[in-house]
């Protein structure tokens, strides 16, 4: 298997940026289609599609789309979540800059499938060039009747709007995201079943329909080219249909953005991003740095598919796949990624906002060569009172990386303690400290 | 507790002030914009963080108790609620005075392991600042800042609503001259570029 090219197959054309270029490559065919049927016969063929959200928890679309009420008796809403700050992924970022007008028509597909009134696209303010591709975008498709009233003569209505947020990797968390859209802090709300789920009250309490930008890529292909061929993608695997981007980054020779169909070995990923750079390969981060980190051995077992990169203990996430070469500290990686949890928790709750401090500080020590005998233990339990025991999944994102660089690498923390420096480099790290 | 852990400083907070207090420096333009902006949600609360972009750029690139203030007014909401909703956000510069340019300098994972921290102690020796501080004669501003999400481009940064990687000292070095050359302030320019990609053609 190589690369299965479905949303970026004209990603590196600049023509597919424009109205004219897109609709010349058979954009826009899916929304007259979809126009055309009753929308429950959209809502199915997601379903029988296999979709599963790939905004990281892969969720059934279908559940969401299926979900929202039948009856309207109020607004409804979307909202795309392109908030992409999960540490290794870009993958969103090149559909915004390179094929706006395929989430645009995805997002319209949406609204007239769940008879939305608006969509919101909530686009970290860091991704300038992806908000300001995606803006010209939505002005041609205004420009031709494609949004607003009356589209394409349906008479229905929907526009787009894009909302900028302000550098926080919680708001990417749903709950959080609705927050920050009402105007608050991004903090997280109740879920289900404390709450209704967002299809019943989501942002200003009204029924929403929320996805990752990938995910609404997909919804053309599936109404164009029907669910039956959509689910023959990846029908190898258990559960998981269609086809996956990965961003690849780290110690490989060609990073980047690689989408490649469910089924596929997570060696050869590695190998369409150029192999391992600088050295043989460790270990790998497969989905997003929230995901449990794996071996080189696990590497060449892997299959990528939801429930297959169980079977290594990880996950296929977000889609940031990140390699590490021999040379890599496993001690440092997991320091920085517990850094990274700490300033991004936002604070709400006491085990997430504790213990992710106290993990930076007990790492910290041993990095500094000051590690005690009691640490390994002490840290694996901050950790496990952290996974769990938070209101929303930063908290268990936070410590799976630290719980399993201590399952997967034991040693290299044993070797920093007893000797004060890592096994990969024999002085002290003193990173961090200015 | 390491100094990479971002906690607010207590002291730096903008000060409280009264409606009767103000004077409101939007813009005509900028009225008009917020009002369009507003248009786009069914309630006002949820303008406030367009709204807050806005003061960025109006204020010169900083939210000042002033530019908080005025935010909270037009919007018809509470200083305390508008300055909590500031304060959460990392790319509002509720601290201090930013330089002309802010150098965002990730040493996220990828990274970290890519040399950023070589990078960043360059910068450190170079500017003579720290983490959050700014050159005295007000030309830059150093943040370590988590993923750019621009990984493929690793050690990288931002300036502005400019991606810049992978890098090296030389093109560090480069760099900083250009932006020493560049007439306006990225920080400005970069809020109203957020500004402008939240407006139809129609409504700029
Ligand atoms: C801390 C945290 C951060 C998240 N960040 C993102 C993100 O940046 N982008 C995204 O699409 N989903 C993110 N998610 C997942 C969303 O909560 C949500 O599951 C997703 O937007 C649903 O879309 P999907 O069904 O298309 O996957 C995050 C979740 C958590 C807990
Ligand atoms: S786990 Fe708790 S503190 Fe951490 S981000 Fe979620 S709500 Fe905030
Ligand atoms: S780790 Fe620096 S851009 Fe992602």
Redesign the interface.
Known sequence: MAEYKLLLEHSKDPTFRTLEGYKAKGGYTALAKALTMERSAICDSIKAAGLRGRGGAGAPAFLKWGGMPKEKKT?HYLICNAD???????KD?ELLENCPFLLIEGMTIGGYAVQGDAGYVYV??????G??M??KA??EA??AGLLGKNILGSGIDFDI?????????ECGEETALMS???????MPRLKFPSAPFPVISGV?EKPTLIHNVESYCNAPFIVNNGAEWFASLGATTKNSRGTKIF?????VNK???YEIEFGTPLRELLELAGGVRGGKLKAC?PGG?SVPVITAEDVERAIIGYEEMGEVKSMVGSG?C?F?NEH?DMV??AW??A??Y???S?GKCTPCREGT?WM??IL?RICKGNGRPGDIEMLRQVASQIDGRSFCPLGDAAAWPVLAALRVFPQEFEHYIEHGHSMVDSKPSL???? | ??????LANPNQRPPQLKPEDLTLRFSEQAVKELEALIS?Y??K??????G??LAQREYGGFLSGEAIAEVACRLD?SFAEVQ??AT?????NTAHQPGKHKLEIC????C??NGA?NLR?YL?KKLGI??GETTSDGMFTLEEV?????????PAM?VG???YGPLDEKQIDALLEKLRNTQESTVVQ?AA??V???L??DEK
Request: some cysteine; overall charge neutral; charged content about 20%.
């Open positions: 607004q992409e700050g999960e540490p290794g992924t870009f970022k970290r303010a860091e991704y300038m060039d908000a300001k995606l803006r939505l002005d205004y420009a709007y894009i909302h900028l947020g302000a550098g926080s990797y920050s859209l009402m105007g608050e802090r991004g200003w961003s690849v980054s780290g110690h990073p980047g953005n981060i740095s940031g990140m590490f890599t440092k990686l920085r990624s850094v990274f700490a300033n991004e936002c401090r930076v500080q910290e990173v961090g400290v200015p | 507790m390491s100094e990479l852990i971002q786009h069914p309630s609360k949820s303008c406030i963080l367009p807050l972009w909401r909590g909703v959460f956000y990392s790319l509002y040493t996220c994972l990828c970290h392991i921290w102690d450190v720290r983490h988590e993923c750019l999400n621009t990984c493929d481009r690793a931002q609503s400019e991606y970069y570029d957020v402008s990609v939240q139809r053609n």
